[in-house]
C-alpha cells in the first residue's frame, strides 16, 4: 500500500494525514490521529466519504460498474462457478481445487442439519411471523447453543462457526417458510447440491420420492438459484456487513452478529428491496399508470421511491442487475406464464431510464430490480425474497467477520457524534 499524504491545519496547527492507496480504487486519508491532534472530528452521515475497515475481500468501482471478488470479475464468476465454490473464495482467498472444494462441502452438509431443541423454537412463531423476523430470531438463537465452547481466540473455532452459519441458515429458512405455511420441517438431504436440498426442504411433499419432485429441482431452477446467491454473496462494506462487523468488533457471538446483519438486511432501502419491488409492481398494475408513478418518485413531498432504482456506490449500472435481466428472460422462457408483472418492470425501466430525473441523479435498476421476478417465476413465496438474500449474503457476512477477527488488532467501533442537543442546564428547583 503506497503512502503519501496531505495537510489539514486549524487552530494554528498543522498536520500531515497519510493518503492511504489501496490495489485499487480511491485514495483514503488516514484521519485517526485528527482528534488527538488538533481536537476536531469529522462529520459524513452515511459514511458517503468514509471507509471504515481495510479488506482484501470485494472491490466495486461504481463509475465503471465493475464488482470483484478477491479480484475475480462477478460476470466470470456467475458464468464459471458455484455459489459453494464462490463461498470457499471468499472465505478463504483464493478458489479451490477439487479435492478442497470436496472437503468444503462435505464439511458444510454435515454442519446442515439443526439441534432438534431449536427446530422446536418455531412452534413459538404465530403462523402469520414474516420469515425474516422468524430468521432474525432463530439464527440469534443458534448463540444459545454454541457458545459456552466457543474460544473466539482459537481461528479453527471461528471457521467452524462461519461454516455452521453457512450450512445452517438455508435449514433454517426453509423452515421458516414450512412453518407459515403449516407444513413439517424437511431434514436436511447430504445427497444433494446445496441449491438442490435447500429446494427440498422448501417444496417436497410428504411421502413423494426425489423423481417425483423433479418439477422444483429443474435444472433450470437450480441454475438461477446458484446464480443469484453468488451476485447477492457479497458487496463489500454495505449496511448488513457493516452491521456484521460492527457487532463483531465487540467480541460478540458470531450467530449473534449474523442475526444484527439480518435485522440490518430487512430494510426496503436494502435486501428488503427486492419485496418491495414487486409489491411496487402490483401497486402501479399496468403501463399506462406509469407516468403517474413516476411523478410520485420525483416528487419530494411524497414518500414513494422507485424500488429496486438507485444506488450507493454504481451510478451507471449494477453489473449484477445486468445478469439477472438476462436470467429473468431464461428462467421466464423455462416457465413460461402469464404473469404480466416482467413485462410491466421492462416498460418502467424503460420509462425511467429516459426521464431527466433519473438520468440526472444517475439512478438506474439494481439487482433487486429484477431478482424478485425471479424469485417468482421460480414460485419462491414474495415473504422470502429477502430470506433468499440472507442465504446469499451470510457468505459475505463470515468472510468479513473472519476477515477482521483475524486482524491482530482490530478495535472496538464506535463513532464520533455532533452533539446539536440543549447546552448545559440545571435541573428544575422543586417547590418545598
Ligand atoms: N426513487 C426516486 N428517487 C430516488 C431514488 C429512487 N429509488 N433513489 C434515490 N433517489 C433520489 C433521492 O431522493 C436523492 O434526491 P436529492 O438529491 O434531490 O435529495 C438522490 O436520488 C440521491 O439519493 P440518496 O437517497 O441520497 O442516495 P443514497 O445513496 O443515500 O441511497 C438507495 C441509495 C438507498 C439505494 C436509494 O437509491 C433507494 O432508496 N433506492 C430504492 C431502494 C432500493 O432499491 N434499495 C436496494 C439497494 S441495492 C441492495 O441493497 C441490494
Not at 399496468?286 to 450507493?312: C, E, Q, S, W
Not at 438476462?326 to 404473469?339: G, I, K, N, Y
Not at 442465504?391 to 463470515?398: D, E, F, K, L
Not at 478495535?411 to 422543586?430: A, E, F, M, N, V
Amino acid at each position: 500500500m503506497s503512502k503519501d499524504s496531505i495537510s489539514i491545519g486549524y487552530n494554528a496547527k498543522e498536520l500531515k494525514l497519510p493518503l492511504l492507496r489501496g490495489t485499487l480504487g480511491t485514495p483514503t486519508v488516514d484521519i485517526g490521529k485528527l482528534n488527538k491532534k488538533l481536537g476536531i472530528f469529522t462529520y459524513d452521515p452515511g459514511f458517503v466519504s468514509t471507509a471504515s475497515c481495510k479488506s482484501d475481500i470485494t472491490f466495486i468501482d461504481g463509475e465503471k460498474g465493475v464488482l470483484l471478488y478477491r479480484g475475480y470479475p462477478i460476470e466470470q464468476l456467475a458464468k464459471q462457478s458455484t455459489f459453494l465454490e464462490v463461498s470457499y473464495l471468499l472465505m478463504n482467498g483464493e478458489l479451490p481445487d477439487e479435492k478442497r472444494l470436496s472437503i468444503f462441502t462435505n464439511d458444510l452438509s454435515h454442519h446442515t442439519i439443526l439441534h432438534e431443541s431449536l427446530s422446536g423454537f418455531f412452534s413459538g412463531f404465530h403462523y402469520d411471523a414474516h420469515p425474516m423476523a422468524m430468521m432474525v430470531g432463530v439464527v440469534g438463537s443458534l448463540s444459545a447453543f454454541y457458545h459456552s465452547q466457543l474460544d473466539m481466540n482459537d481461528p479453527e473455532h471461528r471457521r467452524i462457526s462461519a461454516m455452521r452459519l453457512l450450512a445452517k441458515i438455508p435449514t433454517i429458512a426453509a423452515a421458516c417458510y414450512r412453518h407459515s405455511v403449516g407444513l413439517p420441517q424437511v431434514y436436511p438431504r447430504l445427497d444433494l447440491g446445496y441449491c438442490e436440498n435447500f429446494l427440498n426442504m422448501m417444496f417436497s411433499r410428504p411421502g413423494q420420492t426425489y423423481t417425483e419432485q423433479n418439477d422444483y429441482i429443474d435444472p433450470v431452477t437450480v441454475e438461477a438459484l446458484n446464480l443469484l446467491f453468488i451476485l447477492h454473496a457479497d458487496h463489500e462494506q454495505n449496511a448488513s456487513t457493516s452491521t456484521v462487523r460492527l457487532a463483531g468488533s465487540t467480541g460478540a457471538n458470531p450467530y449473534a452478529c449474523i442475526a444484527a446483519g439480518i435485522s440490518a438486511l430487512w430494510g426496503p432501502a436494502h435486501g428488503g428491496a427486492n419485496e418491495a419491488v414487486l409489491k411496487m409492481l402490483v401497486e402501479i398494475g399496468t403501463v399506462d399508470n406509469i407516468p403517474k408513478y413516476l411523478a410520485k418518485a420525483k416528487d419530494k413531498n411524497d414518500p414513494f421511491r422507485l424500488m429496486g432504482f438507485g444506488h450507493r456506490v454504481y451510478k451507471n449500472f449494477d453489473p449484477r442487475a445486468t445478469i439477472t435481466r438476462d436470467t429473468c428472460h431464461a428462467v421466464l422462457e423455462r416457465f413460461p406464464s402469464d404473469d404480466p408483472l416482467f413485462e410491466l418492470a421492462l416498460a418502467l425501466e424503460e420509462h425511467a431510464l429516459k426521464d431527466d430525473y433519473f438520468i440526472e441523479k444517475k439512478l438506474y435498476p439494481n439487482i433487486d430490480f429484477y431478482s424478485g421476478i425471479i424469485y417468482r417465476a421460480l414460485k419462491i413465496p414474495e415473504n422470502m425474497f429477502t430470506v433468499m438474500f440472507v442465504i446469499a449474503r451470510t457468505a459475505g457476512w463470515v468472510s468479513h467477520w473472519l476477515e477482521m477477527m483475524d486482524e491482530p488488532t482490530h478495535r472496538i467501533s464506535r463513532p464520533r457524534q455532533l452533539y446539536t442537543g440543549y447546552d448545559q442546564r440545571d435541573y428544575p428547583t422543586k417547590n418545598a
